[in-house]
């Protein structure tokens, strides 16, 4: 979730209704009545304000839901109840639209073995293990079966149906992290191949919440753990990691590296790290990047006047009329740094780091390199739930500027480089690599550094 810059819009979106939160009492089984009225109150709050029914246009949501009454009805603890509501949820394929659980039934009912998993091209590569397995499970091994079946078709069948995500790739990543999630201290049977294409069954148990266990890891691309990271690289190239937009403190973390900043050559800016925030932070520390000023996202959420749907004015009526808007422009600083930028994205760029790209989509000295961004971003309507848990709804839909979508899709990068299960083995991070190669080129071709290289 990011927080737009629009006071009006935050007014009208943000609401909350519904059981207090917190999850105190989250063990005592929930009645009948409350079971049905938390699946009709999500029911009819997304119905009212969902804004990408268009893009699964095989649901019909109100039979799904007259199917899940008998489903949430039938569970047998407050856990499965809200499985089903996880389950329902999926069906809208949104990253912004979510069941959340109380975090107490989560500990009580899921745990997982002693490994970390990481998606690569539909392959879960294990990055980390139990120091005690690592004889068993060599580190760089594929899980290529979970007890008898192969990887795909358990993820299919037992974890892909739960997990809400507005893009596939999205969906496979955490698919693959959530895979070995089951009921606390129960086995599990995987099958993996090791590095060198030996193939074992190993037995595990989940028990990872209630032992102490040394995980060993593969040292793979990741933030420094601070909202901004700033270092020289080799022929005057900088490299700097915007991690976070959630917190303003980066701004000044920004301008106190800015005079420094200002004398390289070229520039990599990472966004592989950045889940979002404050659309408006990001947009300060890009007018710092352009000589010129910039458009971002257009927006739309839907719009209701029930006057209006009695008369039958056309949208009112048929539950299809929008309210629109769009980010403030852009407008470039007086003092800007304008040399060849490659800028590092990957599935874990979402939501304002998103709206950064946007804006930064027209800058030709700028060139993306990476892999799909999160795809998925809004402004969620939030809503409590019997027994403690809450969801949330995505109210408002961005698209660029020229109405083109990319929530459902991920923004592409203008340079896909994708990395291998060897390469995470050699602990490479090959997209910087590469960016930094490709930018040492520009460089060279240069007659004279103040002159920006257009996208390849």
Not at 42 to 61: I, R
Request: hydrophobic share 40%; net charge negative; charged share 20%.
């Amino acid at each position: 979730m990011k927080n737009k810059a629009i006071s009006f819009l935050l007014a009208m979106l943000v609401s909350k209704v519904g059981f207090p939160q917190g999850d105190a009492n989250a063990s005592e089984p929930l009645s009948d009545a409350d079971k049905l009225y938390g699946l009709s109150l999500y029911w009819s709050k997304v119905s009212e304000n969902f804004v990408y029914f268009d893009q699964v246009p095989e649901l019909n949501f109100d039979s799904a839901y007259k199917e899940y009454i008998s489903r949430v009805l039938a569970t047998s603890n407050n856990y499965e109840y809200y499985r089903e509501l996880m389950k329902f949820n999926a069906l809208l394929k949104d990253g912004h639209t979510n069941v959340y659980p109380p975090k107490s039934l989560s500990e009580k009912y899921v745990d997982w073995p002693s490994i970390e998993l990481t998606e690569v091209n539909h392959s879960a590569v294990i990055t980390g293990v139990d120091k005690a397995l690592l004889s068993t499970i060599p580190l760089g091994s594929i899980l290529i079966g979970v007890d008898g079946q192969d990887l795909e078709t358990h993820l299919r069948t037992n974890v892909m149906p739960y997990i809400a995500s507005s893009t596939n790739h999205i969906l496979w990543k955490n698919a693959v992290r959530n895979a070995l999630k089951g009921v606390p201290n129960s086995e599990v049977t995987v099958t993996v191949q090791h590095p060198s294409g030996r193939v074992e069954d190993v037995l595990l148990r989940r028990n990872s919440r209630h032992q102490s266990v040394d995980i060993v890891k593969l040292n793979l691309p990741h933030s420094n753990g601070k909202v901004l990271e700033f270092r020289w690289l080799e022929n005057e190239i900088v490299y700097l990691a915007l991690n976070s937009f959630a917190d303003r403190k980066i701004l000044d973390e920004f301008y106190s590296i800015y005079d420094e900043l200002k004398q390289a050559k070229g520039l990599v800016i990472d966004l592989r790290f950045n889940g979002g925030g404050n659309s408006a932070i990001g947009s300060e520390i890009l007018s710092s990047f352009t000589n010129a000023n910039l458009q971002g996202s257009i927006w739309k959420t839907r719009k209701h006047i029930s006057a209006y749907k009695a008369w039958g004015y056309k949208g009112y009526a048929d539950y299809n009329a929008w309210q629109t808007g769009e980010m403030p422009e852009l407008i470039a600083k007086q003092d800007t740094t304008v040399v060849p930028t490659f800028v590092l994205i990957g599935r874990n760029t979402a939501s304002a780091a998103e709206d950064f790209l946007i804006y930064a989509d027209k800058l030709e000295h700028f060139t993306t390199i990476g892999g799909k961004t999160y795809g998925s971003t809004g402004q969620p309507l939030f809503f409590d739930l019997p027994g403690g848990g809450s969801f949330r709804v995505c109210a408002k839909r961005d698209s660029y500027p020229d109405g083109r979508e990319f929530v459902g899709f991920g923004i592409h990068p203008d340079e896909a480089v994708s990395p291998t299960p060897a390469d995470l083995i050699l602990e490479k991070d090959v997209v910087l690599i590469q960016a930094v190669q490709k930018l040492e080129k520009a460089l060279s071709l240069l007659i004279s550094p103040s002159v920006p290289v257009p996208n390849a």
